[in-house]
Nanobody, 123 residues
Framework: EVQLQASGGGLVQAGGSLRLSCAVS????????IGWFRQAPGKEREGVSG????????YYIDSVKGRFTISSDNNKNTVYLQMNSLKPEDTAVYYC????????????????WGQGTQVTVSS
């Protein structure tokens, strides 16, 4: 079974940066796609970004394109989400999740979830 540990959240001013980490253990890292999702109070969970470890294919939700970058360190079995130019509307609990195969943008397709990490962007 796959275990995921998300970290790196915090409080930052608008325009600032944070880097989230998702450490993956328990299975072959290369076989999985890792997605980052976020959920703000009163809103549905949305897919922010994701990466297929095997081929490096990525996706980004339109609202973060050009500001967020997803990457993976296969030696450390860790996926990172570099978040720059943060906006108050990025405030949410961020989750990482894993699924076998290629990356998908919808949470329905993910089987394994880490605990969330809170990101708060002040104006």
């Amino acid at each position: 079974e796959v275990q995921l540990q998300a970290s790196g959240g915090g409080l930052v001013q608008a325009g600032g940066s944070l880097r989230l980490s998702c450490a993956v253990s328990g299975s072959s890292f290369d076989d999985y796609a890792i997605g980052w999702f976020r959920q703000a109070p009163g809103k549905e969970r949305e897919g922010v970004s994701g990466i297929s470890i095997s081929d490096g294919n990525t996706y980004y939700i339109d609202s973060v394109k050009g500001r967020f970058t997803i990457s993976s360190d296969n030696n450390k079995n860790t996926v990172y989400l570099q978040m720059n130019s943060l906006k108050p509307e990025d405030t949410a609990v961020y989750y990482c999740a894993a699924r076998g195969g290629l990356v998908k943008s919808t949470s329905y397709f993910y089987d394994y979830w880490g605990q969330g990490t809170q990101v708060t962007v002040s104006s």
